[in-house]
């Protein structure tokens, strides 16, 4: 399956089942997009004529690319497909827990997908004894699986931060005799962020998600206070001191776009000019009639949206003050191995969330819903259909994806997305598809111009 697209002056085309990038002219690129549906001399008489060129420069064209099929770089067939179905097999190991330490927040944000961290519940903290019995339960589950990964989730985890400390002090007295290494991340709004967090997060998280929205009136917009008030202010020098003490060490800035900043470039950059080079920036995720759902008519300038933030990019970088964002990580040499390209990111199977009472849901999106219940961390896994269901979520298990030139990318896409969007976890969610692959295009775009300019 081939996808060919113009963006910043490159013609590119992407064999979807190798993998293969190309850079090319126009005169390749047009042969390319003729060459499965078009006899040769039907090729030679349309590209002679439009580009005024000899047909020995045609043939030497078409020799090139069919050198490419023969090396498996063009054209190339799908022999994943038949794979899909067994590479999960039977097996039930657990790798990752996002555990809902508080079901609580100290902000009121009004686009909030955990309506203020209740999950459409009442309020409520782990206790030590839950956090503890989850940390048994993922090492007990994990076979022989070295790395384990620990989300600290919300509502707003540090308001639980004493738990948050003990639970990693008790995994951490695990990893030696279990044969175990965790991994731990934390998200927060920042406002409780002080020198002991601080301190405690350089030493023990490999991850912090640290939670702003761009521009003070962009941020503030939504993320307030319950008493209403902005919470830009309260954060931005509290994030720019942790980034300051974090050193070399992982974190990543984490926003939201909505209906109402459709330029959210804009929030990107300035978060960039803040000092910030480790950045993300989320489509919301909202009730089609909500006020700041994104439209239809959002689209375009989405995508002009992208493509300005890519071009940007490059520049910066030439400039020696480049930053990174998330959507447009890929690694087209030693990128994700099959399994992950087709499989995804393993809810409901690999990773699971824990409610504070201990209750197993697929993910943090499905946490609330009663038909989402997994079972629970003293039981295990109870409902094994609901798990069957989520094994069987992969790049090919979507009609809608077949004919999808990005679904090796986007491993089938999000689950709970779809579920939020078609009200299934087996359907699509046709509006996120459309974003990721205008970000897979310029992503892409961006690892040819470094190519080709030799970065």
């Not at 993998?19 to 042969?31: E, M």
């Not at 499965?36 to 005024?52: Q, R």
């Not at 030590?128 to 589950?141: M, P, S, V, Y």
């Not at 030439?318 to 447009?328: A, K, V």
């Amino acid at each position: 399956m081939i996808h060919q697209y113009k963006q910043n002056g490159y013609n590119i085309v992407i064999d979807a089942f190798s993998g293969s990038v190309h850079s090319v002219d126009d005169v390749a690129y047009d042969i390319i997009g003729m060459y499965e549906t078009n006899e040769k001399d039907e090729i030679l008489k349309e590209i002679t004529k439009k580009y005024g060129i000899t047909e020995n420069d045609v043939l030497l064209c078409l020799s090139d690319i069919e050198k490419l099929k023969e090396q498996k770089q063009l054209f190339c067939e799908d022999i994943y497909a038949d794979k899909a179905d067994v590479l999960k097999g039977k097996n039930n190991v657990i790798k990752a827990l996002c555990l809902h330490v508080a079901h609580t927040c100290n902000l009121n944000c009004s686009y909030c997908f955990a309506g203020q961290g209740k999950y459409k519940g009442d309020r409520a903290i782990m206790s030590l004894e839950t956090g503890k019995r989850a940390i048994d339960f993922l090492i007990e589950n994990s076979g022989d699986r070295k790395n384990l990964e620990v989300d600290f989730f919300g509502g707003e985890p540090l308001m639980n931060f004493e738990v948050v400390k003990e639970i990693v002090k008790y995994a951490r007295s695990k990893e030696k005799e279990n044969g175990k290494n965790f991994r731990f991340t934390l998200t927060t709004n920042g406002i409780l962020l002080d020198d002991e967090v601080t301190d405690f997060c350089n030493r023990e998280m490999n991850n912090v998600v640290l939670s702003l929205d761009g521009r003070r009136e962009v941020h503030d917009r939504f993320r307030k206070d319950y008493l209403g008030r902005g919470s830009y202010d309260v954060i931005v020098p509290k994030f720019l001191d942790f980034v300051k003490k974090r050193g070399d060490k992982s974190y990543y800035i984490r926003g939201t776009y909505t209906h109402k900043n459709t330029d959210f470039t804009n929030d990107i950059l300035h978060m960039a000019d803040l000092g910030f080079k480790e950045l993300s920036m989320e489509p919301v995720v909202c009730a089609p009639d909500d006020e700041c759902a994104l439209t239809k008519e959002d689209l375009p300038t989405l995508f002009r949206q992208y493509e300005i933030l890519a071009d940007e990019m490059i520049k910066r970088n030439r400039e020696g003050r480049g930053f990174t964002f998330y959507h447009y990580m890929i690694d087209l040499e030693n990128g994700p191995c099959i399994y992950k390209r087709i499989s995804g990111c393993g809810s409901g199977t690999e990773y699971m969330a824990v409610t504070p009472w201990g209750e197993l849901y697929p993910c943090h999106q499905f946490v609330g819903d009663e038909s989402y219940s997994m079972g629970d961390i003293w039981d295990g896994v109870t409902n094994t259909s609901l798990r069957e269901k989520f094994r069987k979520c992969n790049a090919y298990s979507r009609e809608e994806c077949k004919n999808c030139w990005a679904k090796l990318y986007c491993s089938g896409g999000c689950a709970a997305n779809a579920y939020h969007a078609a009200g299934d976890i087996g359907k699509i969610y046709e509006y996120g598809c459309e974003l990721f692959k205008k970000r897979m295009e310029c992503a892409i775009m961006i690892q040819v111009d470094k190519a080709v300019k030799g970065l």
